[in-house]
């Protein structure tokens, strides 16, 4: 069992940067790939970016080159790094955990997930 504890949201201007943080607890950290999903009101839950066993990551295009996925397994976290923040960025941003030693963009695919943290871009 895989307990996921997100942290870092708030409210930050259009432009700005966050930095979310998700602690895993758990001996095996290593052997989960993780991941972020963002689901806004009235939205459907998307995927953001994962990243593997291997730290072999993988990204949505809407958040490609503004968003960085990144794990230590020494402090069983894993952080989003976010920045150019839009309003459209807006959500609640939930962090997951998987078995699959492979980094994938399918919910589903996903054992474990956090209660998220709120992220709110202002224009």
């Known amino acids: 069992q895989v307990q996921l504890v997100e942290s870092g949201g708030g409210l930050v201007q259009a432009g700005g940067s966050l930095r979310l943080s998700c602690a895993a607890s758990?001996?095996?950290?290593?052997?989960?790939?993780m991941g972020w999903f963002r689901q806004a009101p009235g939205k459907e839950r998307e995927f953001l970016a994962a990243?593997?066993?291997?730290?072999?990551?993988y990204y949505a295009d809407s958040v490609k080159g503004r968003f960085t996925i990144s794990r230590d397994n020494a402090k069983n976290a894993v952080y989003l790094e976010m920045n150019s923040l839009k309003p459209e960025d807006t959500a609640v941003y939930y962090c997951?955990?998987?078995?699959?030693?492979?980094?994938?963009?399918?919910?589903?695919?996903?054992?474990?997930w956090g209660q998220g943290t709120q992220v709110t871009v202002s224009s």
């Open positions: 997951v955990a998987s078995t699959r030693r492979s980094a994938v963009p399918t919910f589903s695919a996903y054992d474990y």
């Open positions: 758990g001996p095996t950290f290593s052997r989960y790939s």
């Open positions: 990243i593997s066993w291997s730290a072999t990551t």
